[in-house]
């Protein structure tokens, strides 16, 4: 399912290129665009900017969502003006692959936690795990894992998971767009996820297990869509360090995409020069036909993006975020 990756702690050590650059004084600069990252197994997602800004020489970073050190698999990483729309990519639908091991339940709901319980796999039909599947599409409640990043009283769930304490978690409502489980072999199950924010993988998982009787856990997971954006376009840290060792920071410009690609899927709309003058001012414009609801890209009259808009209830259209120019490569 997914190609042959360095160990958890391989991919966690910082790398020969990386290393030597620290150790030399760097001149942050003005940086827009997002990168598509294939995380490495083994970083967490905060790791993983850190090396892409440094090595990218940026001034301002910010990324879209965490994955978990053991997922891999895209990560956008928001540089200079394209973090106005970390917000957005946040909210927006995401696509994974999972591997499941039946039969185990883990403290993390992972194979990195300690097993506390090992059950007997029955013998699955395709329709039996058809079943259980359906039960687990559309609007469900998920209650968060211990080992996540969400607050409890000011600290985070899995630093109080790592001191022995649990804690009640309310449950949340997501949507499972689409769910689909093989067996790969008897105790394996290959899933394909595509869900709302907020979804864990490894709580469904463990749900899934439960519906099966056996109970599961996660044994790899690939984020491979996130919003507008697949996998087709990622690029390896691998590749970064070495285009970084080769032509410094501005070796990794060509994998920098435009601000407006994090909401390719939300219409467009161009602006004549008036109007474009009074929303860069900050105030609403009626744009004759514009009914969708939600963001919308906004460019002027040369083409060129200058924000995103909402459309109001008085049918004109105000501005929710402005770029001070065209974000481009």
């Known amino acids: 399912m997914t190609p042959t990756v360095r160990t958890s702690a391989e991919a ?12 030399m004084p760097i001149q942050r600069r003005d940086v827009d665009g997002i990168i598509l990252l294939d995380k490495p197994r083994g970083l967490t997602s905060n790791q993983a900017l850190g090396r892409v800004k440094y090595l990218l020489a940026a001034r301002k970073a910010g990324h879209t969502g965490s994955l978990d050190p053991l997922a891999t698999g895209l990560l956008p990483l928001c540089f200079g003006q394209a973090t106005k729309v970390s917000g957005w990519l946040l909210d927006a639908d995401k696509r994974y692959e999972a591997e499941a091991r039946l039969g185990l339940v883990t403290t ?11 059950n007997p796999v029955p013998s699955l039909s395709s329709d039996a795990i058809e079943r259980a599947c359906a039960a687990l599409r559309g609007e469900i ?21 790592r001191a022995g304490v649990e804690v009640e978690r309310p449950a949340r409502l997501v949507k499972i767009h689409e769910l689909t489980a093989s067996l790969v072999a008897p105790d394996r199950l290959r899933l394909e996820v595509r869900c709302s924010k907020g979804t864990y993988i490894r709580t469904l998982v463990e749900d899934l297990g439960r519906a099966l009787g056996c109970g599961a856990t996660v044994a ?20 970064l360090e070495a285009a970084a060792t080769e032509a410094g920071p501005q070796g990794l410009e060509r994998w ?4 407006d690609r994090a909401l390719a899927d939300r219409p467009a709309i161009r602006l004549d020069a008036a109007s ?9 414009v009626f744009v004759p036909g514009v009914r969708e609801i939600g963001p919308l890209r906004l460019y002027d009259a040369a083409g060129d993006f ?22 481009s490569c």
Not at 12 to 23: G, H
Not at 146 to 159: F, N, T, V
């Open 12 to 23: 966690a050590r910082p790398s020969a290129v990386y290393r030597r650059r620290q150790r």
């Open 108 to 118: 993390t709901g992972d194979m990195e936690g300690e097993v506390v319980r090992e």
């Open 141 to 161: 409640w998920q209650v968060p894992p211990m080992h996540s990043a969400l607050k409890h009283d000011g600290r985070r769930l899995y630093e109080l998971a």
């Open 220 to 239: 790899e997971l690939r984020r491979t869509g996130h919003g507008a954006f697949d996998a087709a376009e990622m690029v390896s840290l691998a590749s």
């Open 256 to 259: 920098l995409l435009p601000a």
């Open 276 to 284: 474009s003058r009074f929303l860069r001012q900050g105030q609403p």
């Open 306 to 327: 200058i924000g995103i808009g909402l459309l109001q209830d008085d049918g004109r259209v105000a501005p929710r975020r402005l770029f001070v120019s065209a974000v």
